[in-house]
Every structure is written in C-alpha cells, then in structure tokens.
T-cell receptor, first 112, second 112 residues
Framework: NAGVTQTPKFQVLKTGQSMTLQCAQDMNHNSMYWYRQDPGMGLRLIYYSASEGTTDKGEVPNGYNVSRLNKREFSLRLESAAPSQTSVYFC???????????FGQGTRLTVV | GDSVTQMEGPVTLSEEAFLTINCTYTATGYPSLFWYVQYPGEGLQLLLKATKADDKGSNKGFEATYRKETTSFHLEKGSVQVSDSAVYFCALRGRNFNKFYFGSGTKLNVKP
C-alpha cells in the first residue's frame, strides 16, 4: 500500500534555482493538496486540485505553480527559489465529502 | 472563514499521566473534525475523526468528542506512554469540501 508518494525526500537549492516536487497517489482520489509546514505555523495550504484538470490557490500560493498531470499526479514547481521557501512540503489526497486526507512523507527543502 | 485553534505546546507529561489537548473551531454549517499525529521526520497520520455533532472518535486509547455547542474537539488519553511523544494537529473539513484547515500543532513530550 503505497498511498501518497513524494519525491525527493530532501533537496538543497541555491537561490534562484528551479525545481519540481513530485507527488503521486494510488488511492484513486479526486482531490490533491500541497502544504508547507513551518515551525510554529502548522500547515499552510499552497495549492489544491479538486479534480483532474482543475487547480486553485490556497493560503500561500506566491512563488509556486502546480500541475495536475492526471488523476494520480500533482506536482509543485518553484520557478526561482528563495530562502523564504525553506520548509517541509507535504502532498496529500482525499476523496470528496467528509473523509480524511492522506499525507505523503514530506520533502525537506533548504534554499541557501 | 473556517479556522482551528489549539493549545500551544510543548506539553510535557510523565508516563501514565492524563492528557488533554484543547481544540476549538470556527466554521459555518457542520464540519468534519480530525486529529492527526506526526512523529519526527514523518508525515501526518490520521489518529481519529468525527463527522457529526456528539460523535466520539477513538483510536489507540485517544478519544475526542465533537461538541457543537462549545465548538470544541478536545483530545484526551487516560494514560500516556513515552511512545505517544509526537506533534498533534487538530483539523476540520468544512462546507467547502475541498479544503482542510489545520491548527498550529501541539508538541507532546512524555517522560519515563
């Protein structure tokens, strides 16, 4: 049972570099999410996708783009990384209605 | 808008002590409520949930009751163990089923 798989697990970037965080789920869920977790601030929603072909901004979308490639995959792109984007990034998925979200193991990103 | 407020940590307890972590919420309508647990270096795992008023969620000795009159979903455990040391997040899924809202997390340290 793979659930939600994120790659990579760790990444160090230089300021201005770009990268894409990958996320895939094998539970046939419609909804997928990207969160960032910073100390003392809980989880903040960056973008979400309610279904294949749709994406919407969350609480902190600036500096990020997303692609819902198909029902399984939802990627997060940093076009020009900044130190303020140093964080732990979590991908999650859920069915619609009143069910829980399932989380990946996270990507720890450091921008120097 | 919807939001979750939970008690700040860290909370430090001795093994076998009673645990309460307070969580209150603001939401229109009837949200679903969740408690997640995060162990060091890992993603969030669902601990328990409740989808309607007066429901009690329970798992691994933890319990929480959905109280609509006080808009609360406090987490309790009668006797904590060292292995319960983790960060606990309260969350809700509101009328906009596409979004989850998380509290800032409460770190629990249990000493032998």
């Amino acid at each position: 049972n793979a659930g939600v798989t994120q790659t990579p697990k760790f990444q160090v970037l230089k300021t201005g570099q770009s990268m894409t965080l990958q996320c895939a789920q094998d539970m046939n869920h419609n909804s997928m999410y990207w969160y960032r977790q910073d100390p003392g601030m809980g989880l903040r929603l960056i973008y979400y996708s309610a279904s294949e072909g749709t994406t919407d901004k969350g609480e902190v979308p600036n500096g990020y783009n997303v692609s819902r490639l198909n029902k399984r995959e939802f990627s997060l792109r940093l076009e020009s990384a900044a130190p303020s984007q140093t964080s732990v990034y979590f991908c999650a998925s859920s069915e619609q209605a009143n069910t829980e979200a399932f989380f990946g193991q996270g990507t720890r990103l450091t921008v120097v | 808008g919807d939001s979750v407020t939970q008690m700040e940590g860290p909370v430090t307890l001795s093994e076998e002590a009673f645990l309460t972590i307070n969580c209150t919420y603001t939401a229109t309508g009837y949200p679903s409520l969740f408690w997640y647990v995060q162990y060091p270096g890992e993603g969030l795992q669902l601990l328990l949930k409740a989808t309607k008023a007066d429901d009690k969620g329970s798992n691994k000795g933890f319990e929480a009751t959905y109280r609509k009159e006080t808009t609360s979903f406090h987490l309790e455990k009668g006797s904590v163990q060292v292995s319960d040391s983790a960060v606990y997040f309260c969350a809700l899924r509101g009328r906009n089923f596409n979004k989850f809202y998380f509290g800032s997390g409460t770190k629990l340290n249990v000493k032998p």
